[in-house]
């Protein structure tokens, strides 16, 4: 009977708060079952915090590809990305189902990251415009509980998962064929440079010559 209250919220929130203000309940409810949902929490936190340094780590590879002309590690480097993309996509799917470890940790651990992450790509219109939406739907979440009924916060969830997955596809695609046009636009001026100063060598000799 106390198994249905939980279905409401997140598992991970209610059980701190279980082990905070029940001592005496919080060791039944570490096994029925929580536990696993409250680690299964941690680690997508820490998966998503450590997205942000290896987006750090691709900053340095695009400037190293961009200004080195090392265009050979850009298969690498998309599929690097789209990998990032992937676990960042599952990462928030798990924090949109289960938000919370609690709602004071979920602001440092969470919005937080979040903030940094989308603060790095802000040089794209695509990701300003996705972080106030993802943040806006995030806050409002986290408060829907309090406000709303289940019936709303669960149909909410799934309507907050399908627009960021929406968005995050129209912005990777954009930041994708933009990348693309312009390593292909360096490439194609890069041929006619040498193929401009192939001639005005050719040139030169011939004015040499004669």
Request: hydrophobic share 65%; proline share 2%.
């Amino acid at each position: 009977m106390l198994t249905i209250p939980y279905l409401s919220t997140s598992f991970s929130s209610h059980l701190l708060c279980h082990s905070f203000f029940y001592p005496l309940t919080s060791v039944t409810q570490l096994f029925n079952g929580y536990l696993f949902f409250f680690l299964l929490s941690i680690v997508f936190y820490i998966l998503f915090c450590f997205s942000v340094l290896v987006y750090l780590f691709f900053f340095l590879l695009l400037f190293l590809i961009i200004f080195l002309r090392l265009f050979s590690y850009f298969f690498i480097f998309s599929f690097l990305l789209f990998f990032v993309f992937i676990a960042s996509f599952f990462s928030f799917l798990f924090l949109f189902l289960f938000p919370d470890v609690s709602y004071f940790f979920s602001f440092f651990l969470y919005f937080v990251p979040s903030f940094v992450c989308y603060f790095l790509f802000s040089c794209s219109f695509s990701f300003v415009f996705i972080f106030f939406i993802h943040f806006f739907l995030s806050f409002l979440f986290c408060f829907s509980f309090f406000f709303f009924s289940f019936r709303f916060v669960f149909f909410f969830s799934f309507f907050s998962i399908f627009v960021f997955f929406v968005l995050s596809f129209f912005s990777f695609f954009i930041i994708f064929s933009f990348l693309l046009s312009f390593i292909f636009i360096s490439h194609r001026y890069s041929k006619f440079t040498s193929i401009g100063r192939q001639i005005e060598f050719f040139h030169y000799d011939r004015l040499g010559s004669t």
